[in-house]
Structures are given as structure tokens and as C-alpha cells.
């Protein structure tokens, strides 16, 4: 565990784009998470060891013991990323605009852009490399990553990368749509969308992947849902899973810092009163009959407890059919490509249907 982390700011005004930003990176590791609000309705904040609510604030009698530290601050449904340490401002002026490409030097598209609007989203990382997201198509309720949206996706990098000024560490939106042989591109930096709650719940966190670009480490995009378990059900987005099992890993997910992460605490408890099989997989290198003591729970709640040694992968022991649960990236990706199961990030816990 580090002694000092990397230190964000999120100066919440309450708009669209600031709630989902909160919700997002709500049990994110990675930093420590100072959040302002100018208000006094707090109810949506929910603690966390890396999490500080401020309020009534005087910003110069803040202490900052972090040697990395950025301000993310929030306009109704934009957000605007910069550095503190070296004033290195990322899309401070949010600029928009628009492209008009003849539909002949886009490589098989004719066939796809005759009469949807696509919105086709990219991380720009610290390299200034697109990292694509997935395209959304309008009236769809599902994000599309399959091979052809992938070449379609890099198709349009080719043609635009050139063509619009970019900072590393944003978020690219091209809002797409074709008229005769003209193919209309408006472009947002940094401009929140209602789809990137439906992002999040495959599993792609755009507030987290832009963290995590701000401080420099490669990123990748995996889907770890499938699409087909997720519905919008009047406005708001739920897993209709059919699985019967969960497994839970312990570390940083239901406890961080020595501290019960209390939500995930509750949802097990609610899938426990369910009758859903419940299972504990872990690497916890001290006892775990104590640790799960100090947060209220016991051995015995699990219907199986599998400690996972360093040569040993998490996928070997995930069941077909269950639904994992873990904070750790690497861990989620091994369980998804190698048992092909749902697998969740802390955060997306606020999708399930208990």
C-alpha cells in the first residue's frame, strides 16, 4: 500500500456530468478524492476511505501532501481536466466543431451510415492515442465494440485525427451522421452523455480510464458484460442476469483500508437473503477469518472460501454462470476472457436488480 497517493479534486456542481463523474469513481483506488460542493444536499455522497467531502471551503488552508494533483471541474454536462503542478491545462476551452468528408474516402461505410446518427466515443490518452470506446447508435440501447464498429472506429480516426486539435487525457465524441455523399462529423471534447452510463455498465468507466491516462499508465477497454444482459428500463439501466452464484474478492472490495466498504457489504447481504450461492476468492495474505470478522462478517456467510496463490489464476476457479466481483482490472479481465462470465467493478453494483 502506498504512503501517498496522487491527489484529485472534483468541484461538483451538482450538473449531470459532475454526479456521474462522483458515481464513477466512487471506489477508485488510484487517488486520493477531494470532492467540493458549492451545496448543502449531500445525500449522493457516499464515504470512502480515498473520499473527502468538503464543504464551506477556503482552498488556499488545504493542505496537499500529494507530489501529482489535479482539478476536474464540472459546467451542467461538461467536465475540464488540468494539473496543478505544472498549470498544463486539458481542453480548458471545450471546444466544438465539425468535418465534412466525402462518404467515398470512408472505407465500406455506405452501408452502415444511410439512416442512423452514430456517436462513436474515444479516449485520447497521455500519448494522444485513440483508444476507442465503442459506437452507440441512436434509438439502440446497446454499446457496439464487435469487429465491424471497430473498423469503422478506426476508419474514422484516419480521417479525422489530422483534422481536429486534441490534448491527451479527453474524451472524443464524433457525432456522425450522413447527408447525400457527405459524411457530417460534430465533434465534442469532454461533453458527458446519458450513453456513458451505458458504457459503465459493460464495464467500460470513462472517469476511470481518464485517471488513470492523467497519471500516465496504459490503458485497455474490455467489455465485461454482455450487452444482452442489459436493459433500459424506464430511463434507467439494469443487469437482467440469470446466474445464481457471486463471487466476491475481498481486498478493496469489501474491505479497503481495514475499513468495511459497506455498500458492497449490503448488496452481498441482500444477494445472501436471496438464496444466491455466494463464494469468497481471494489472495488476502493475513487471516481471513479475522478480516472478515472486523468488517461484520463471517466464514460461515460464504457457501465456499478458495484463497488464490500467487501461480494461480482467478479464472481457474470461477464457475460457469457466476457472476464475479472484484476492483482490480487484471483480475476482471483474466475472469472474462478465460470463463466468459459476467464480471463487475465495484461500481457497477448500482445496476443490479436485487
Known sequence: MRDIYPCFDLYIDGGMSSIYFYNALRFSTHGEYRVFVANENT?????????????????????????????????????????????????????????????????????????????????????????????YKNNASIIFRDNIFTDIANNLERLVKNKVDLTGSSILTLKCKR????LIIKYFINKFSNRFE????????????????????KVEVVLMVNCAYIKQIGGRIEYIFQDSCYVFDLDETLICRGVAV???????????????????????????????????????????IKKVEVNEKKSEFIKKGSIFIDNEFPQRKDVRVNSNCNVLDLDQIDFLNL
Not at 447527408?179 to 457527405?182: I, L, P
Not at 437473503?273 to 462478517?297: M, P, Q, S, Y
Open 43 to 135: 445525500d449522493w455522497f457516499k464515504p470512502f476511505p480515498h473520499h473527502q467531502l468538503i464543504t464551506n471551503f477556503d482552498i488556499g488552508s488545504l493542505k496537499l501532501h500529494s507530489k501529482e494533483s489535479f482539478n476536474i471541474k464540472f459546467n451542467k454536462d461538461r467536465f475540464n481536466i488540468f494539473s496543478k503542478k505544472t498549470i498544463q491545462h486539458y481542453d480548458v476551452e471545450l471546444l466544438d466543431g465539425c468535418i465534412e468528408i466525402n462518404i467515398n474516402s470512408f472505407l465500406n461505410f455506405e452501408k452502415f451510415l444511410t439512416k442512423y446518427l452514430y456517436y462513436v466515443d474515444y479516449l485520447i490518452d497521455f500519448e494522444k492515442k485513440f483508444i476507442f470506446l465503442g459506437v
Open 179 to 182: 447527408m447525400g455523399d457527405k
Open 262 to 304: 459497506k455498500e458492497l457489504i449490503k448488496i452481498f447481504k441482500k444477494i445472501k437473503a436471496i438464496g444466491f450461492r455466494v463464494e469468497l476468492l481471494t489472495r488476502h495474505a493475513l487471516d481471513i477469518d479475522k478480516a472478515l470478522i472486523g468488517i461484520g462478517l463471517h466464514k460461515k456467510d460464504f457457501d465456499l
Open 198 to 217: 451505458l458504457y459503465r455498465a459493460c464495464g467500460i468507466n470513462t472517469p476511470l480510464l481518464l485517471i488513470q491516462s492523467l497519471l500516465k499508465r
